[in-house]
């Protein structure tokens, strides 16, 4: 999953989880306190619905495979957005008529047990999300921590064929400067075997030449 993506929705889940609470504190007061806290309330939810735009888009530059997860979840974070809007909507409704204002003052405790309750369950929903989020973030630390270490693992047997290589190298070069003395060595002795032969040649000629020389004295007697 895109580190991006996870930090705007850990941002979104907290900033979701506080808007909860503000709307459990907002229903509960009256006049300009009240107004105030909504004016807060539609600040953060002008932040989240930003945030839902920002995972959307960087959701959407995603492969397919990760792609189609990451929309469900943005789906489930557009449905938490519209609830919170709806609470606000309620919470500075003041188009009440007395009637209703007494209907709503003798079921009050129920509806904010009902409110606490939806509250409840959508700060412990957010309260999960980011949870998950933390621990995906912890799996890929844990993830980039072993390709560190197995990119510094090939870096060392790199360096060990590369030494290997050059020791190799080495040595086909002492056996190259091995053969040169060697070649040099028989084209000596070749040398001095094509003159020792020219020297034997010429002795061999001068006996043959001595011999003819004495046969002819001899002869002439």
Not at 183 to 201: D, E, F, I, P, Q
Request: glycine share 6%.
């Amino acid at each position: 999953m895109s580190q991006v993506f996870e930090g705007y929705e850990r941002q979104y889940c907290e900033l979701s989880a506080n808007l909860s609470r503000k709307c459990t504190s907002g229903s509960v007061l009256i006049g300009e306190q009240k107004k105030q806290k909504v004016a807060e309330i539609k600040t953060g939810l002008d932040d989240a619905d930003a945030l839902i735009r920002k995972m959307d888009l960087e959701a959407r530059s995603l492969p397919p495979n990760i792609k189609g997860s990451l929309l469900a979840k943005i789906r489930e974070y557009k449905t938490d957005l519209i609830n919170l809007k709806n609470e606000v909507k309620r919470i500075s409704s003041s188009n009440v008529s007395q009637a209703a204002r007494d209907e709503l003052m003798e079921s009050g405790i129920a509806d904010t047990k009902m409110v606490s309750t939806d509250q409840r369950g959508r700060l412990l929903m957010s309260t999960e999300r980011l949870n998950q989020s933390s621990d995906k973030i912890k799996d890929s630390r844990r993830t980039m921590l072993e390709t560190e270490e197995l990119g510094v693992s090939i870096l060392q047997d790199l360096h060990q064929q590369r030494q290997a290589l050059l020791h190799a190298h080495g040595t086909l070069q002492g056996v190259d400067d091995n053969i040169g003395r060697s070649k040099k060595v028989l084209t000596a002795m070749s040398r001095r075997m094509n003159r020792n032969k020219w020297m034997v040649g010429c002795i061999i000629a001068a006996l043959v030449l001595a011999i003819l020389v004495i046969l002819y004295f001899k002869l002439l007697r």
